[in-house]
Protein backbone atom coordinates (compact mmCIF):
# COMPACT_ATOMS: atom_id res chain seq x y z
CA UNK A 1 0.00 0.00 0.00
CA UNK A 2 2.64 2.53 0.80
CA UNK A 3 4.50 1.85 -2.15
CA UNK A 4 1.07 2.83 -4.34
CA UNK A 5 0.76 6.07 -2.52
CA UNK A 6 4.71 6.60 -2.83
CA UNK A 7 4.06 5.91 -6.82
CA UNK A 8 0.99 8.15 -6.95
CA UNK A 9 2.42 10.85 -4.95
CA UNK A 10 5.90 10.92 -7.17
CA UNK A 11 3.56 11.08 -10.38
CA UNK A 12 1.72 13.97 -8.77
CA UNK A 13 4.76 15.56 -8.02
CA UNK A 14 6.06 15.14 -11.82
CA UNK A 15 2.46 15.95 -12.96
CA UNK A 16 3.20 19.81 -11.23
CA UNK A 17 6.82 20.18 -12.33
CA UNK A 18 6.20 18.88 -15.60
CA UNK A 19 3.25 21.72 -16.11
CA UNK A 20 5.53 24.21 -13.91
CA UNK A 21 7.83 23.99 -16.79
CA UNK A 22 5.16 24.19 -19.24
CA UNK A 23 3.76 27.57 -17.87
CA UNK A 24 6.75 29.09 -17.42
CA UNK A 25 7.80 28.67 -21.45
CA UNK A 26 8.73 31.99 -23.04
CA UNK A 27 6.86 33.43 -24.96
CA UNK A 28 8.84 33.25 -28.21
CA UNK A 29 8.42 28.96 -28.04
CA UNK A 30 4.51 29.26 -27.99
CA UNK A 31 3.09 27.76 -31.48
CA UNK A 32 0.29 30.18 -33.03
CA UNK A 33 -2.41 28.69 -35.25
CA UNK A 34 -0.92 30.47 -39.03
CA UNK A 35 -0.19 28.70 -41.78
CA UNK A 36 2.65 31.36 -42.13
CA UNK A 37 5.87 31.16 -39.88
CA UNK A 38 8.89 32.62 -39.57
CA UNK A 39 11.44 29.98 -41.06
CA UNK A 40 14.84 31.89 -40.44
CA UNK A 41 16.38 35.69 -40.29
CA UNK A 42 19.54 36.83 -41.80
CA UNK A 43 19.20 39.08 -39.12
CA UNK A 44 23.49 40.01 -39.11
CA UNK A 45 24.35 40.91 -43.17
CA UNK A 46 27.77 39.55 -44.14
CA UNK A 47 30.47 42.27 -44.39
CA UNK A 48 30.12 45.49 -42.57
CA UNK A 49 27.19 47.08 -42.29
CA UNK A 50 26.37 49.62 -44.65
CA UNK A 51 22.77 51.02 -45.18
CA UNK A 52 23.30 52.99 -48.29
CA UNK A 53 21.13 52.47 -50.91
CA UNK A 54 24.10 52.51 -53.96
CA UNK A 55 26.55 49.73 -52.97
CA UNK A 56 25.05 48.84 -49.59
CA UNK A 57 24.64 45.85 -47.75
CA UNK A 58 20.95 45.84 -46.40
CA UNK A 59 19.71 43.31 -49.55
CA UNK A 60 21.71 40.62 -47.54
CA UNK A 61 19.66 40.95 -44.66
CA UNK A 62 16.22 39.13 -44.74
CA UNK A 63 13.57 37.39 -42.99
CA UNK A 64 12.33 33.98 -44.59
CA UNK A 65 8.66 33.64 -43.75
CA UNK A 66 6.91 29.91 -45.10
CA UNK A 67 3.72 28.46 -45.40
CA UNK A 68 3.48 25.39 -43.51
CA UNK A 69 -0.04 24.29 -44.73
CA UNK A 70 -0.40 21.32 -46.64
CA UNK A 71 -2.95 22.38 -48.64
CA UNK A 72 -3.89 26.39 -48.11
CA UNK A 73 -2.53 29.13 -50.52
CA UNK A 74 -1.70 32.18 -48.24
CA UNK A 75 -2.16 36.05 -49.48
CA UNK A 76 0.56 37.84 -48.03
CA UNK A 77 -1.48 41.09 -48.02
CA UNK A 78 -1.55 42.77 -45.07
CA UNK A 79 0.49 40.76 -42.97
CA UNK A 80 2.84 43.11 -41.07
CA UNK A 81 6.31 42.18 -39.69
CA UNK A 82 7.58 44.14 -36.55
CA UNK A 83 10.86 44.15 -34.49
CA UNK A 84 11.08 44.63 -31.06
CA UNK A 85 11.19 48.69 -31.47
CA UNK A 86 8.42 48.55 -34.04
CA UNK A 87 9.73 48.88 -36.76
CA UNK A 88 7.24 47.40 -39.23
CA UNK A 89 6.53 46.46 -42.70
CA UNK A 90 3.24 45.94 -44.06
CA UNK A 91 2.45 43.55 -47.21
CA UNK A 92 1.20 45.74 -49.17
CA UNK A 93 0.76 43.92 -52.41
CA UNK A 94 -0.39 40.88 -53.51
CA UNK A 95 1.86 37.82 -52.79
CA UNK A 96 0.64 34.47 -53.19
CA UNK A 97 2.41 31.49 -51.22
CA UNK A 98 1.38 27.93 -52.04
CA UNK A 99 1.50 25.27 -49.89
CA UNK A 100 5.45 24.65 -48.66
CA UNK A 101 6.20 27.96 -50.72
CA UNK A 102 8.40 30.69 -48.85
CA UNK A 103 9.44 33.97 -49.33
CA UNK A 104 12.21 36.68 -48.23
CA UNK A 105 11.65 39.83 -47.49
CA UNK A 106 15.09 41.91 -47.77
CA UNK A 107 15.73 45.60 -47.11
CA UNK A 108 16.80 47.65 -49.52
CA UNK A 109 15.09 48.88 -53.13
CA UNK A 110 14.32 46.25 -55.53
CA UNK A 111 11.35 44.58 -57.73
CA UNK A 112 9.46 42.39 -55.81
CA UNK A 113 9.13 38.92 -57.52
CA UNK A 114 6.79 35.87 -56.85
CA UNK A 115 8.83 33.66 -59.59
CA UNK A 116 12.12 34.71 -57.33
CA UNK A 117 10.53 34.75 -53.79
CA UNK A 118 11.10 37.89 -52.65
CA UNK A 119 9.92 41.34 -51.68
CA UNK A 120 12.00 44.56 -50.65
CA UNK A 121 11.16 46.61 -47.90
CA UNK A 122 11.77 49.65 -50.02
CA UNK A 123 13.84 51.04 -47.40
CA UNK A 124 17.83 50.92 -46.82
CA UNK A 125 17.80 50.84 -43.12
CA UNK A 126 18.61 47.80 -41.27
CA UNK A 127 15.45 46.08 -39.48
CA UNK A 128 17.22 43.42 -37.23
CA UNK A 129 19.51 44.60 -34.47
CA UNK A 130 23.00 42.62 -34.58
CA UNK A 131 23.21 41.37 -30.76
CA UNK A 132 19.90 40.60 -30.28
CA UNK A 133 16.24 41.12 -31.10
CA UNK A 134 12.50 40.38 -31.37
CA UNK A 135 10.79 39.40 -34.54
CA UNK A 136 6.88 39.69 -34.81
CA UNK A 137 4.41 38.38 -37.74
CA UNK A 138 0.95 39.31 -37.56
CA UNK A 139 -2.06 38.50 -39.54
CA UNK A 140 -3.98 41.17 -41.92
CA UNK A 141 -6.72 40.83 -38.38
CA UNK A 142 -4.04 41.90 -35.92
CA UNK A 143 -3.72 38.32 -34.72
CA UNK A 144 0.03 37.51 -33.80
CA UNK A 145 1.37 34.66 -36.38
CA UNK A 146 4.52 34.02 -35.20
CA UNK A 147 7.30 35.19 -32.82
CA UNK A 148 10.92 34.90 -32.10
CA UNK A 149 13.45 35.98 -29.85
CA UNK A 150 17.07 36.13 -30.30
CA UNK A 151 20.64 36.88 -28.86
CA UNK A 152 23.73 36.73 -30.87
CA UNK A 153 25.46 34.82 -28.35
CA UNK A 154 22.38 32.10 -27.30
CA UNK A 155 21.15 31.53 -30.99
CA UNK A 156 23.80 31.47 -33.74
CA UNK A 157 26.59 29.67 -32.36
CA UNK A 158 28.07 29.20 -35.54
CA UNK A 159 28.27 32.71 -35.64
CA UNK A 160 26.92 33.72 -39.60
CA UNK A 161 24.49 36.02 -38.69
CA UNK A 162 21.65 33.20 -39.97
CA UNK A 163 19.16 31.80 -37.32
CA UNK A 164 16.41 29.20 -38.40
CA UNK A 165 13.47 28.54 -36.32
CA UNK A 166 10.66 26.14 -38.41
CA UNK A 167 12.55 23.36 -40.58
Known amino acids: MRIRHALA ?22 EYSSALKIKGVQYDAPGSDSNKCSGGNAASEYLTIKNYSR ?7 GYVVKDAAGNKFTFKAT ?7 YIKLR ?3 GSDSDAKNVVYRQNCNFIWNNDK ?3 YLYKPSGARADVH ?4 KANDRDGNGYINYHG
Open 149 to 152: SYTK
Open 133 to 135: DSI
Open 95 to 101: HSLQPGD
Open 107 to 109: GNR
Open 9 to 30: AAATAASVISLGLVAGAPAQAA
Open 71 to 77: TATVNLK
